[in-house]
């Protein structure tokens, strides 16, 4: 991984962000990325936050991008801030048990009736478009305990798993219309969910493109 050297300005800015290298999916890729150890609250509906965020530069996590997110402090090993500073694991453990412990505003919407996700929103002028409309890739269809490491391309859980880190796992409804995603971590209470729209009031994680 290569580490760039900010300069002193932003320093103390970048200090509060992670490293998240970039993946390629095939026909979904995305640059490295700092993403925000922190989640930010938003009184505004998903939309909203999502236009606010680009308008300032920054970015709201796919669902793809929130569950390497997880992985990477999962697995602990490479985990790096802003700095390009190793973090160690008490660090790592303070952001999982301490800042992801509210709802999160994901950047992905569901067709649930037709099956269809679009992620990867750009605003264009005042409009959000998705760059990915895509067909829901096969996905687990139950309520159901699932860990993050089985997934599909998409990010969706793919299989029932009540081993490690579990969340509760909400899927696509077929009587559901356009909804939101949204990702939450709270003691005993972690879900990732893709069949409900929360209104405002969510929180959601700046990532801006490390260059």
């Known amino acids: 991984m290569r580490i760039r050297s900010p300069g002193k300005a932003i320093s103390r800015y970048l200090s509060s962000f992670i490293i998240l290298e970039g993946r390629d999916y095939g026909s979904y ?3 490295d990325l700092l ?10 509906l998903w939309e909203n936050s999502n236009k606010n ?9 796919t669902p793809r991008q929130m569950v390497d997110f997880w992985q990477l402090l999962c697995q602990g090993e490479k985990v790096y801030s802003g700095l390009g500073i190793k973090l160690d694991k ?15 505003w994901l950047d992905a919407r569901i067709d649930a009736k037709n099956k269809i996700i679009y992620y990867n929103h ?4 005042k409009e959000l478009i998705a760059q990915n ?7 687990l269809m139950e309520t159901a305990s699932v860990n993050l490491f089985d997934v599909n391309r998409q990010g969706i859980p793919t299989k029932p798993n009540k081993e490690g880190q579990r969340f509760a796992y ?3 409804n077929e009587e559901g219309m356009i909804i939101n995603v949204s990702f939450k971590m709270q003691s005993g209470q972690r879900t990732i ?9 969510y929180r959601f994680r700046p990532a801006i493109i490390y260059e």
């Open 29 to 31: 890729s995305y640059p």
């Open 90 to 104: 008490q660090q790592i453990r303070e952001i999982l048990e301490k800042r992801m412990h509210h709802e999160e």
């Open 122 to 125: 750009k605003l264009k002028g």
């Open 133 to 139: 409309i895509e067909k829901i890739e096969d996905c």
């Open 35 to 44: 993403v925000s150890a922190t989640p930010k609250r938003d009184i505004e």
């Open 170 to 172: 909400d899927p696509p």
């Open 53 to 61: 965020l680009q308008e300032e530069s920054s970015l709201m996590l």
């Open 193 to 201: 969910n893709f069949s409900y729209y929360g209104g405002c009031g």
